[in-house]
T-cell receptor, first 114, second 118 residues
Framework: AQSVTQLGSHVSVSEGALVLLRCNYS??????LFWYVQYPNQGLQLLLK??????LVKGINGFEAEFKKSETSFHLTKPSAHMSDAAEYFC????????????FGQGTELSVKP | DTAVSQTPKYLVTQMGNDKSIKCEQN?????MYWYKQDSKKFLKIMFS???????INETVPNRFSPKSPDKAHLNLHINSLELGDSAVYFC?????????????????FGNGTRLTVT
């Protein structure tokens, strides 16, 4: 069965600092992986997705993620945090043989200090 | 131009009541979903429809009944509401999603309906 684990339910960084949000997956087949962001009182918005075309995936708002099969990881990074990046971030894996069903990680809340 | 819209945004009701949440998408997608987000922000799929056909039906109490009159609409009706039903319910849509196999088309989410059962 496929699953996703996000390490750290809360991450706090200073404005301008590196953002690193960790995601590890479990899948017996090559996975499709996603990062979504949720701002307060809003729905989820796609940041980026991995579909095996390239291991380094660039997304919106300066975020990127690297797929590492050997480590079963898909960590999200941004070189310089901005106050507007404060939100909840979810890593998700597409479930094989079940269409558009996504399994989400438990989420990581990112706080950005001035 | 709201892509996926849900109504109502907030729903406060008493135990035992029946309520409905409506969802509409104007993206031309053929697959729609209901996800539930609990108080700890954990997201779990409930249902998905592809071209009005039920594709995914997770282990959800049968008090929850989805209905898709056409591929642009997916409603959720809940009977005999319980305290544990309090959550945020998200509607989403995507193109494709009704096929077997791995799937990489992203989901587009509505802004959610916060249901509070007292």
């Amino acid at each position: 069965a496929q699953s996703v684990t996000q390490l750290g339910s809360h991450v706090s960084v200073s404005e301008g600092a590196l953002v690193l949000l960790r995601c590890n997956y479990s899948s017996s087949v090559p996975p499709y992986l996603f990062w979504y962001v949720q701002y307060p009182n809003q729905g989820l918005q796609l940041l980026l997705k991995y579909t095996s075309a390239a291991t380094l995936v660039k997304g919106i708002n300066g975020f990127e993620a690297e797929f590492k099969k050997s480590e079963t990881s898909f960590h999200l990074t941004k070189p310089s945090a901005h106050m507007s990046d404060a939100a909840e971030y979810f890593c998700a894996v597409s479930v094989n043989n079940q269409g558009g069903k996504l399994i989400f990680g438990q989420g990581t809340e990112l706080s950005v200090k001035p | 131009d709201t892509a996926v819209s849900q109504t109502p945004k907030y729903l406060v009701t008493q135990m035992g009541n029946d309520k409905s949440i409506k969802c509409e998408q104007n993206l031309g997608h053929d697959t729609m979903y209901w996800y539930k987000q609990d108080s700890k922000k954990f997201l779990k799929i409930m249902f998905s429809y592809n071209n009005k056909e039920l594709i995914i039906n997770e282990t959800v109490p049968n008090r929850f009944s989805p209905k898709s009159p056409d591929k642009a609409h997916l409603n959720l009706h809940i009977n005999s509401l319980e305290l544990g039903d309090s959550a945020v319910y998200f509607c989403a849509s995507s193109q494709g999603g009704g096929d077997r196999g791995g799937y990489n088309s992203p989901l587009h989410f509505g802004n959610g309906t916060r249901l509070t059962v007292t």
